[in-house]
């Protein structure tokens, strides 16, 4: 019993990680233009294609392949925001909304279109999934390790520019307000363009160690996780990466234990993200961590 | 004549009806009332499996069935309004996503669905001893759709549409004007639910099979891109949107076109609607005959006023 509960433990964190390297770029996004980008988990999914692309056809070893993916999705997350979210901004939400739900629609059947709608292997890229036994029944995957390492750079990353950078303070500035940032000088549709980048990088990050480790991608195969990641960026506060960490944390650890413990429920366990998402934004609408958001 | 009721035809005509109705229902809700909604295949479930559940498991006559199953959707949407009291807009939009997550999960999990088995030999409701099929259907969904329109028109040219447009242009501006905006947003929640109900439950009695996998999230984004396209807060616009996007892949398929492999239909299909959304949104965002609100207009004024100045604006 302790020792399922261990094992739980440790695959929640793994899960939890994945949520944070997916949900900082949403919670970025918000902070910055207050927008649900619905695009999101698109993005997750574009990134395990290029690594699968750099790997089969431009011969890349994983690592490379891994960086690969984040340039696309880097690119990708920045074409979306030139062209499907730049030129609604100003108008009711409910556009941009339906803007990010058609760029979603569009690119998940066009990838149906490139490389079928069936699951298929992650290639070999001379990583082999390895299985190390921490205590006799509690086991630990070498692909779970990258999984923590991608999340604890991602976070160390995201911390050095945000701090540290000229662009980061920006970033920060236009997160406080907007408009003030851009009187300030501040070139905010650059600021909103290196937030995408940024945020599209880590998701496709988490889109690669996803396929590496489930040894599977398919098109639709970001819906689930890009809306999971808005359940995590609400439990822990909009706009707030703190918060987006803790909550990530939490809902990977509660889906894991709910995975070993409860069976026979009447919702499965992708649900539960959804219901702790309505608890919180009818309870505590402003999450763990956020500010009193004005609008919600 | 022959030809005309093709069963097949005939199918395509129902299935038709049942997306403006479901149109119709989205229509209301997001539209009128203003309330986004991204979960409306949920309410669609619901009827349908409502329908089901009281024929197969418990026999009720298919006609009674399909009146109570829109009184069960009535409740059922007027309590998965609740949420819209506290949250708004975008917040809103991944409420209701999630709700219609929940609830298709409670389909294809719960004993009283069938779970992923689905449930199935749905009897067609019949009259006088002769069971609706094909033609009989027709008309039955016919003169449902035709009562439908008539009962939205009348709804919306009332002082409950008044209500639901006040509320959608400026809430608070609404409350003070003594408009009760909690009834009239959880009142647009339950009917527009109860449309959807309708529509699943004809549908339900039409396909005689239903399973928890058509009620998915795609059909939501797919009838919110109907009703986008047409125009919110039109019952014209989402009649033509539903008519455009749902008749425009037919086309392919009935003339049997030989530029594109027919086995992915469905995916240009989405890809097109996909498309349509962002093109709308960008160069249209009132849809063809839209009619939604002034607000619109006077953030379009702000817009074009600061991009002379470098472009931006929260």
């Known amino acids: ?296 | 004549m022959d030809a005309i009721l093709n069963p097949y035809y005939v199918d395509i005509v129902i299935f038709w009806i049942i997306y403006i109705l479901l149109g119709l229902g989205l229509n209301l809700i997001t539209g009128y009332a203003g309330q986004v909604s991204l979960g409306h295949a949920a309410f669609f479930g619901i009827g349908a499996y409502s329908s089901a559940i009281l024929t197969v498991t418990y026999g009720v006559n298919p006609w009674i069935s399909m009146i109570v199953s829109i009184g069960i959707t009535f409740v059922v949407s007027a309590v998965l309004g609740l949420p819209s009291l506290r949250v708004r807009e975008d917040f809103l939009a991944i409420t209701t996503l999630g709700l219609g997550l929940i609830v298709q999960s409670f389909f294809k999990n719960a004993a009283i669905t069938g779970g992923a088995f689905g449930i199935d030999s749905i009897p067609a409701p019949s009259i006088f001893g002769i069971e609706l099929k094909n033609a009989g259907y027709l008309i039955l969904s016919t003169v449902v759709m035709l009562l439908a329109i008539y009962a939205l028109k009348k709804m919306t040219g009332s002082r409950i549409g008044r209500a639901w447009r006040t509320i959608r242009e400026d809430e608070t501006m609404a409350q003070a004007m003594g408009i009760h905006t909690t009834y009239y947003k959880v009142l647009a929640f339950a009917i527009g639910g109860a449309y959807a109900g309708l529509a699943g439950s004809l549908f339900a009695h039409k396909v005689s099979f239903i399973s928890a996998e058509s009620f998915g999230f795609s059909v939501s984004a797919t009838v919110l891109s109907m009703v986008v396209l047409g125009g919110l807060g039109s019952i014209r616009g989402t009649i033509f949107g539903v008519t455009l996007l749902y008749f425009l892949p037919e086309i392919f398929r009935i003339f049997e076109f030989d530029l594109i492999d027919p086995k992915y239909l469905d995916i240009y299909k989405m890809m097109l609607y996909g498309l349509l959304m962002v093109l709308v949104m960008r160069f249209k965002p009132k849809g063809l005959f839209g009619n939604f609100g002034i607000k619109r207009s006077q953030f379009r004024f702000f817009r074009k006023a600061k991009a002379k100045e470098g472009g931006h604006v929260a």
């Open chain 1, 1 to 296: 019993m302790q020792d399922v509960l261990a094992q739980q433990l440790v695959n929640g964190v793994t899960l939890g990680f994945l949520y944070v390297l997916i949900a900082v770029g949403l919670t970025m996004v918000y902070g910055v233009l207050k927008l649900l980008h619905f695009a999101h988990g698109v993005i997750y999914m574009v990134g395990a294609f290029a690594a699968m692309v750099g790997i089969l056809y431009l011969k890349m070893n994983f690592f490379v392949a891994m960086l690969f993916a984040m340039a696309v999705a880097a690119g990708a997350g920045m074409l979306i925001e030139k062209y499907a979210y730049r030129p609604l901004r100003g108008v009711h939400p409910i556009t941009t909304l339906i803007s990010g739900i058609g760029v979603a629609i569009f690119l998940e059947n066009l990838f149906q279109i490139l490389f079928s709608s069936e699951p298929q292997a992650f290639p070999e890229a001379g990583i082999e999934v390895s299985i190390m036994q921490l205590t006799e029944s509690i086991s630990l995957t070498n692909v779970k390790l990258y999984i923590i390492a991608a999340g604890l750079l991602g976070l160390a990353f995201l911390y050095f520019f945000l701090k540290f950078t000229k662009m980061g303070i920006a970033t920060q500035a236009a997160a406080q307000d907007l408009r003030a940032a851009s009187l300030m000088g501040v070139n905010v549709n650059r600021v909103v363009s290196v937030t995408f980048m940024i945020g599209s990088a880590l998701a496709a990050a988490a889109g690669v160690l996803v396929a590496l480790n489930f040894n599977s991608l398919f098109p639709t195969m970001g819906s689930i996780p890009g809306l999971k990641a808005f359940c995590v960026v609400v439990l822990g506060g909009l706009g707030s990466i703190p918060g987006t960490v803790v909550g990530g944390l939490i809902l990977g650890i509660i889906e894991s234990l709910s995975d070993g413990f409860l069976t026979g429920m009447i919702i499965d366990k992708d649900a539960i993200a959804f219901v702790i998402l309505i608890a919180i934004l009818l309870v505590k609408p402003s999450g763990l961590f956020g500010q009193n958001v004005e609008k919600v």
